[in-house]
């Protein structure tokens, strides 16, 4: 392949981390056509800061907005981004795979919720396994499977598909996606143990569920090295999530924007 030229527009490489589904153009290179193509010596850097909303789907819950610093690496064989960590395998022609290590806080204490209240702690975790990118032109389509390692518990795969379109310093990013859990994670996170029971809330075992996700990500590139982006997204969740007596909605959603530079 033809090397890159850098610098990169990183508008693209700080949405696509976010996002675990990389856009790209002709004019823009996600992080992993970064590996793909750069030369050894080509690296990228990033550094920036943000803030996440999630609406949780638990009862009652406190739902605070969340800084998020922003730190991003691309290199031939690393890729790091956030809570992210990758190691780039070889590739097939546009088919990508890589190695991943990420953390997650998907968990919660009781003090978050007074539904919450006599629950015992849900502990997020570090999460590993490995993910496969294709692209075509600007569309992209990204899968990953993960298992949580220490305190966390069960197994998730993600599927999502996107479309990148450009016009001028702008980029759209409509995407979509689907999201499997093992009835491990759906138990540990939504399930309530009988030491957890109540009046108003029964105990419940959970099962494997899946969620459908639909999103878009707004980019601005100013003079190439100062991004800004805007990502909102919407979860509807499975019913074996949605029967849980912890959950009081069927959908979450989240809205997070920041800025990145790029070195």
């Given at each position: 392949?033809?090397?890159?030229?850098?610098?990169?527009?990183?508008?693209?490489?700080?949405?696509?981390?976010?996002?675990?589904?990389?856009?790209?153009?002709?004019?823009?290179?996600?992080?992993?056509?970064?590996?793909?193509?750069?030369?050894?010596?080509?690296?990228?850097?990033?550094?920036?800061?943000?803030?996440?909303?999630?609406?949780?789907?638990?009862?009652?819950?406190?739902?605070?907005?969340?800084?998020?610093?922003?730190?991003?690496?691309?290199?031939?064989?690393?890729?790091?981004?956030?809570?992210?960590?990758?190691?780039?395998?070889?590739?097939?022609?546009?088919?990508?795979?890589?190695?991943?290590?990420?953390?997650?806080?998907?968990?919660?204490?009781?003090?978050?919720?007074?539904?919450?209240?006599g629950m015992e702690?849900?502990?997020?975790?570090?999460?590993?396994?490995?993910?496969?990118?294709?692209?075509?032109?600007?569309?992209?389509?990204?899968?990953?499977?993960?298992?949580?390692?220490?305190?966390?518990?069960?197994k998730r795969f993600?599927?999502?598909?996107?479309?990148?379109?450009?016009?001028?310093?702008?980029?759209?990013?409509?995407?979509?996606?689907?999201?499997?859990?093992?009835?491990?994670?759906?138990?540990?996170?939504?399930?309530?143990?009988?030491?957890?029971?109540?009046?108003?809330?029964?105990?419940?075992?959970?099962?494997?569920?899946?969620?459908?996700?639909?999103?878009?990500?707004?980019?601005?590139?100013?003079?190439?090295?100062?991004?800004?982006?805007?990502?909102?997204?919407?979860?509807?969740?499975?019913?074996?999530?949605?029967?849980?007596?912890?959950?009081?909605?069927?959908?979450?959603?989240?809205?997070?924007?920041?800025?990145?530079?790029?070195?």
């Open positions: 392949m033809t090397p890159v030229s850098l610098p990169i527009r990183s508008t693209t490489l700080l949405l696509a981390a976010l996002a675990c589904a990389v856009p790209a153009s002709a004019q823009v290179v996600a992080p992993e056509q970064v590996a793909a193509e750069a030369s050894p010596r080509t690296s990228q850097w990033g550094l920036g800061f943000g803030a996440g909303f999630d609406k949780s789907p638990l009862r009652d819950f406190d739902d605070d907005v969340d800084p998020l610093p922003l730190v991003l690496y691309e290199g031939k064989h690393l890729s790091v981004f956030g809570a992210r960590i990758d190691y780039k395998l070889p590739s097939y022609g546009p088919l990508q795979f890589r190695l991943r290590a990420r953390y997650a806080n998907d968990g919660y204490e009781a003090k978050d919720s007074p539904y919450l209240a702690e849900r502990k997020g975790g570090l999460w590993l396994g490995g993910a496969a990118i294709w692209r075509s032109g600007a569309m992209s389509v990204a899968s990953e499977f993960t298992a949580a390692t220490g305190d966390a518990e069960g993600k599927l999502e598909l996107n479309r990148e379109f450009r016009t001028g310093a702008v980029t759209i990013t409509p995407r979509i996606g689907g999201e499997w859990y093992d009835k491990d994670y759906v138990d540990y996170y939504y399930g309530v143990r009988a030491n957890e029971v109540r009046a108003d809330r029964r105990a419940y075992r959970g099962d494997s569920s899946q969620a459908i996700e639909a999103g878009v990500r707004f980019g601005y590139a100013y003079q190439r090295r100062h991004n800004f982006f805007v990502d909102v997204s919407a979860k509807s969740l499975g019913s074996e999530i949605k029967d849980s007596p912890l959950v009081e909605r069927s959908t979450e959603s989240s809205v997070k924007l920041g800025y990145l530079y790029a070195f």
